[in-house]
């Protein structure tokens, strides 16, 4: 006698138990991929919000540049009336520099007699005309030839003192003589030859280099 064998049925709560991993399983991985695409979205958020032009945190803006530029002085008082004969070189000096003006022009004889001037002036210049006006003092001589200009110039600075400052003056970018900046107490002294003719300027330095830059000889 034959016995057909049959197939072992599993209890229905042992099928249960047994499906059941199979549901974990997926609900881990379903909260893994959740988790993982949440993170995507914050890496997202943040990067968009510090790369992305249109979120990114606005950069200060530089703060602009004020440049004042202060007007050029200008003379207050009228240069004083020339009288006497003039040469050429007294018809090149200017009556108006800056907001200075000729207030007088002097022969000077000590250039002519000590060192060989061919001509020499004194020429007063001065922003007003009483007693508290900045007045700066121009003395300029010519001389034959421009090795004997600089040659008195140049002794003249070395006898003076130590310059603060010193350099070549320049006409259309041809060196055509020095200039020698000195102290002088509570003024200073301005030496510069240009070819035949030096000159000397005495005043406030602060003053002073202002002149000199704007004379045009």
């Keep these: 006698m034959t016995h057909d064998q049959q197939p072992e049925a599993r ?48 950069e200060p803006l530089p703060t602009p540049t004020v440049t004042v530029t202060a007007p050029v002085p200008t003379p207050t008082v009228s240069p004083a009336e020339r009288t006497g004969e003039e040469t050429a070189l007294t018809t090149a000096l200017p009556d108006e520099v800056l907001q200075f003006v000729q207030r007088g022009i002097e022969n000077l004889p000590a250039w002519q007699d000590d060192h060989q001037a061919i001509e020499s002036w004194t020429v007063t210049y001065a922003d007003g005309t009483g007693d508290d006006a900045t007045t700066i003092t121009l003395q300029v001589g010519q001389w034959s030839d421009a090795d004997a200009a600089a040659s008195f110039a140049g002794a003249q600075v070395k006898a003076a003192g130590t310059p603060t400052k010193e350099g070549d003056v320049l006409v259309d970018g041809e060196v055509v003589g020095t200039y020698a900046l000195i102290p002088d107490g509570d003024d200073a002294v301005l030496w510069w030859s240009n070819a035949t003719v030096v000159f000397r300027a005495q005043g406030p330095a602060d003053e002073l280099e202002a002149f000199y830059g704007e004379y045009p000889l």
């Design 11 to 58: 209890p229905r709560s042992e099928a249960a138990h047994g499906a059941r991993p199979a549901a974990e399983v997926f609900r881990r991985r379903r909260i893994l991929i959740a988790s993982a695409a949440g993170a995507l979205v914050l890496v997202v958020a943040v990067l968009t919000a510090f790369v992305w032009p249109g979120y990114a945190l606005p």
